[in-house]
């Protein structure tokens, strides 16, 4: 069955599931199932779990990871910048669209304005996303720490965000490595 | 020169985004706002708004980023070096998903870096303040936003557009 499937159907899904995005990581990888495992049967419900699971823990936006694992997983490397394609070429055309426009009207007064309070809005979802991954993250003391620590490193002593992850994940290795 | 920096860096920073999107975060603000000064924080704030209205990832906003730093190829060129990491890196775990997921390595240096990039968002929430929060109607802005995604099922996106309006219309 996988043979049916060509690099194009994998880019007109993505480009489909990417144009139509809103509503969050759980929304999107409801849309994802749907689209993908319910209708086209792509892929087996555990095949889309495992799928999910590789894009929450590799770097850069679970989303576009659990889409490079479907792709490579139809279609290998094709696949997998099929579905990169698809999914950001939607956002990324309107991104450098407003981009444009916003770079053209600086100093605009309405502009201005509008970004003032797109501004604050920014700041209190930053927080949300804060408050958020606290709640699934932070669980325990050593965890605390961890955030606490990264806290203080960059807001009083100006310490590199590139080093300190890469210092705490040597510390985690160090501290929870050994245990078992 | 500028536009291999702009690529070397979004490779570095998107090899290291662990833990969602938002992560990109205070690398991305500590290279292009602080040491490279490529962009005012302001402007970094508009870029994650641009990357937050727009369908699909937030990892869009680096577009935005790169053709303030270097135009249209500026754009182009962000987005292959954001998305070059994350397809290397995927599909060698995709190959090996079960050692992978088994590691310890994996496990507990990931255990580490999680907390961690919260207390870096953190400190970026509190710079980004700094910045956007200068009186009461931006503050009432902030914290409705906070409460509207945290406790409502908005979408964010819909948050940002209407303090867009509102900041027109009282701004």
Redesign the interface.
Same mark, same amino acid.
């Given at each position: 069955m996988e043979d049916k499937i060509t690099v194009r159907d994998i880019f007109w899904k993505f480009l489909k599931i =990417?144009?139509?995005? $809103?509503?969050?990581v759980y929304a999107m990888l409801a849309f994802f199932e749907r689209e993908l495992v319910e209708k086209e049967k792509w892929l087996t419900h555990e095949e889309f779990v495992?799928?999910v699971?590789?894009?929450q823990?590799? %770097? =850069?936006? %679970?989303?576009? !990871?659990t889409g /490079?694992?479907i792709g +490579?997983?139809l279609k290998r #490397?094709k696949g997998?910048?099929a579905t /990169?394609a698809g999914?950001?070429f939607?956002?990324?055309l309107? *991104?450098?669209l407003? *981009?444009?426009f +916003?770079?053209k009207s600086r100093g605009n007064a309405?502009l201005t304005?509008?970004? @003032?309070?797109? =501004?604050?809005?920014?700041?209190?979802?930053?927080?949300?996303?804060?408050? @958020?991954?606290?709640r699934n993250?932070?669980k325990d003391l050593?965890?605390?720490l $961890? *955030? #606490? *620590?990264? $806290? $203080?490193?960059?807001?009083l002593f100006?310490l !590199?965000? /590139?080093g #300190? /992850?890469?210092l705490? =994940?040597?510390?985690?290795?160090v501290? +929870?490595?050994r245990r078992? | 020169m500028i536009l291999l920096k702009l690529c070397g860096l979004l490779i570095v920073i998107n090899s290291l985004t662990i833990g969602g999107g938002f992560v990109m975060l205070p690398m991305l603000q500590q290279e292009f706002v602080e040491k490279h000064h490529l962009l005012t924080n302001q402007e970094f704030l508009d870029a994650i708004a641009i990357g937050q209205v727009t369908p699909g990832p937030l990892t869009v906003m680096n577009a935005v980023i790169g053709y303030k730093v270097s135009g249209l190829a500026g754009a182009i060129l962000a987005m292959v070096s954001s998305y070059l990491p994350c397809i290397i890196i995927v599909t060698i775990v995709a190959k090996y998903y079960y050692a992978y997921r088994e590691s310890i390595i994996v496990q507990s240096s990931f255990r580490g870096i999680k907390p961690a990039v919260i207390g870096l968002l953190s400190a970026v929430a509190i710079s980004l303040g700094n910045t956007a929060l200068v009186d009461p109607l931006t503050f009432g802005i902030a914290i409705i936003s906070f409460t509207a995604i945290v406790f409502t099922k908005i979408d964010p996106s819909f948050v940002i557009i209407g303090a867009g309006i509102l900041g027109a219309v009282l701004l």
């Open positions: =990417g144009s139509f995005s $809103f509503g969050g495992e799928s699971a590789v894009g823990m590799t %770097p =850069g936006a %679970p989303i576009v !990871n /490079i694992c +490579y997983r #490397l997998a910048l /990169i999914q950001s939607t956002g990324t309107l *991104a450098v407003l *981009a444009v +916003y770079v309405l304005s509008i970004m @003032k309070g797109v =501004g604050a809005a920014v700041v209190g979802l930053v927080l949300s996303i804060v408050y @958020k991954m606290s993250t932070i050593g965890a605390a $961890f *955030a #606490l *620590a990264a $806290f $203080f490193a960059l807001s100006r !590199n965000p /590139i #300190l /992850i890469l705490s =994940g040597i510390t985690g290795l501290v +929870y490595g078992r | -």
